[in-house]
Structures are given as C-alpha cells and as structure tokens.
C-alpha cells in the first residue's frame, strides 16, 4: 500500500477509537451517578432509564409499571439512608484510619448505624419487591429468573 494511505487508514481507525472512548466516558458518569454520589438530577434519570428498560424487556403493562416504580422509589430510599445525610462514605472509612491507631469505635457507631438503616428499610422493600414480582405473569417471572441468572455472567445486556 502507498504511504499516504495507510497514514489516512491509520488515522481514521485511531480518530475512530479516541472518539469512541471519548463517547463512551462521557456517558459513564451519568449511568453510575447513583452509585458513587452524583447529583439527584443524574440519579433521577438513572433511575427512569432503568425502570424503562425494565418494562421494554419484562413488556408491563401499566399496573406492572407503577409496581416497579414504587419499588425503584424504594431502592432509592434505602439507598439515601443507607449512605447518610450529606454524608462521604469514603471520607467516613477514611476517618477511622485517620491517627496513629485505627478508631474502633467509631467503625462500631458506623456499622450499628448502617445496620439500623438497612433494619428500618427492609420491611417497605420486601414489601415491593413482593407486590412486583407478584403481579407479574408466568412468562414475565420467567424472564427476570433468565436475566437474574445471566447477570453473573453476561451483565443484564446480555
């Protein structure tokens, strides 16, 4: 091949590549804001995504819907008391390795506190869980056992 062809060819697959990763990272922080602390508005949308996804591929109807709204409202509750009023958890687990000897107390008060959080929440979310899981056809359950058991391997795109 001449020089300058294979420059151009070159360059296009590594513009293509460098535009790609660049498209692909810009996404990355709105798809995981609800975990790593982003913003409500990024989590709100996080969360209307997935409920969507969800209903495209399990086909609810509309009670089903509200089901898994009320449950996604659920997660995110439990979510927020579990990390905390304003709260870093990162800068919580940071704090007890903060001096010369690791603060075993407050590991305690933090543990005890996540534990109550979890306590308190769990009975509205099992509560939800049930009530959609519940009001789902015979081939919808089906198909969250399917995608249940291909997460492990394949991630829920499959």
Request: aromatic letters at 8%.
């Given at each position: ?59 609810l109807d509309d009670t089903q819907k ?17 990390r905390g009023p304003g709260t870093d958890p990162r ?68």
């Amino acid at each position: 091949m001449r020089r300058w062809i294979k420059r151009t060819l070159f360059g296009a697959i590594g513009a293509g590549v460098l535009f790609g990763g660049l498209y692909a990272c810009s996404h990355h922080r709105d798809r995981h804001a609800w975990q790593h602390g982003g913003d409500t508005e990024s989590a709100a949308r996080f969360q209307t995504r997935a409920v969507d996804w969800v209903g495209r591929e399990l086909k609810l109807d509309d009670t089903q819907k509200a089901a898994l709204a009320t449950l996604a409202e659920q997660l995110r509750q439990q979510r927020e008391q579990l990390r905390g009023p304003g709260t870093d958890p990162r800068a919580q687990v940071t704090a007890l390795f903060a001096g010369p000897r690791f603060d075993r107390e407050q590991a305690k008060a933090l543990v005890d506190t996540k534990t109550q959080a979890v306590a308190s929440a769990s009975p509205a979310l099992i509560e939800a869980i049930g009530s959609f899981y519940d009001g789902l056809r015979p081939e919808q359950q089906a198909r969250v056992r399917e995608l249940m058991n291909r997460r492990g391997h394949h991630g829920w795109r499959g």
